[in-house]
């Protein structure tokens, strides 16, 4: 899956921009993560579609970046990330960040996962059957 990177100044009123231009655009937002420092932060969000996306926030002088990522099922059950990450670590993944969502049809809990090393992940996933 694709995620999108979206650089802020850190400012007042910047986020709300952001997700103006976003909605201007009727992009429909499925799980998003803010993260900030002094000077900047970085929006990531998983949208439809997000190649598209990515070039009309360029053409609106947005910064923006394009990531894969992998989304994960995890069990709605107490320790149910934990077991699932543990059989990636155990895989060699090193996860460098993540963040979760619930999938509205089936309330599902689902992590979105920043990996350092695509080709073991992918290979983890295949071998662990996590989809």
């Known amino acids: 899956m694709l995620q999108l990177s979206i650089f802020l100044e850190n400012a007042q009123g910047r986020l709300a921009d952001a ?7 009727q992009v429909n ?8 420092t002094k000077d900047y932060g970085v929006l990531r969000i998983i949208v ?3 190649e598209e996306v ?12 394009i990531t894969r990522v992998w989304v994960l ?7 149910g990330l934990a077991g699932q990450l543990n059989k990636l670590v155990a895989e060699g993944v090193n996860v460098e960040y993540m963040y979760g ?8 809990a689902q992590v979105v996962l920043r990996v350092r090393d695509a080709e073991i992940m ?9 989809k």
């Open 101 to 108: 969502f619930v999938e509205k049809e089936n309330e599902q």
């Open 122 to 130: 992918q290979a983890a996933m295949d071998k662990l059957a996590l």
């Open 48 to 50: 439809e579609n997000p």
């Open 73 to 79: 099922k995890v069990p709605d059950s107490p320790g």
């Open 19 to 25: 997700l103006n231009t976003l909605a201007d655009l």
């Open 54 to 65: 990515a070039e009309k926030l360029r053409e609106r002088n947005c910064v923006v970046k």
């Open 29 to 36: 937002i499925r799980a998003l993560s803010l993260a900030d």
